[in-house]
């Protein structure tokens, strides 16, 4: 927690690791829940090798998208825009859902001055992605 408040952190990206069991998971779950509480979660995805649906990675973009609209409604016409424009966004690569679907619209609405991202107004600035190793593909790791 002390990393995510700290508005002068040098990194952006915080990797909890150790050996199978150590408990990341239950430590990851926790700071999603803190991270809810205190307006702070943009969004979440926990892969489970053993729930359908959650051991494969083609549902990984569109879920942080759906949370990210929730969380950041100023992108939600900018998403709506990108699927209009390009509908099989997602049944493409990881890669490029990540980029009109997340990137772009967040950058497109960054910018837009008519219902823009007010960046004055504290937002949600954590997601959590827990259980790479558990997706089924095992291409995804690359990802």
């Known amino acids: 927690m002390d990393w995510i408040e700290d508005m002068d952190r040098q990194t952006r990206f915080l990797w909890l690791h150790g050996p199978a069991g150590a408990g990341k998971s239950a430590i990851e779950q926790t700071i999603a829940e803190w991270c809810y509480k205190m307006n702070f979660l943009a ?3 926990f892969f489970s090798r053993s729930i359908s649906g959650r051991n494969e990675k083609t549902l990984l973009i ?16 900018h998403v709506g825009n990108a ?5 099989s966004l997602p049944t493409r690569s ?10 772009k619209t967040l950058e497109t609405a960054g910018s837009s001055s008519a219902g823009g991202i007010d960046f ?7 997601i959590v992605l827990d259980g ?6 095992p291409e995804s790791k690359y990802y």
Request: charged residues 25%.
């Open 62 to 77: 569109t879920t942080i998208v759906d949370q990210l609209i929730v969380s950041i409604p100023e992108i939600r016409e």
């Open 94 to 103: 990881l890669e490029a859902q990540m980029d009109a679907l997340i990137v």
């Open 132 to 137: 790479l190793d558990e997706c089924g593909d």
């Open 83 to 87: 699927l209009y424009n390009n509908p």
């Open 43 to 45: 969004a979440s995805f």
């Open 120 to 126: 004055m107004n504290p937002r949600p600035k954590v």
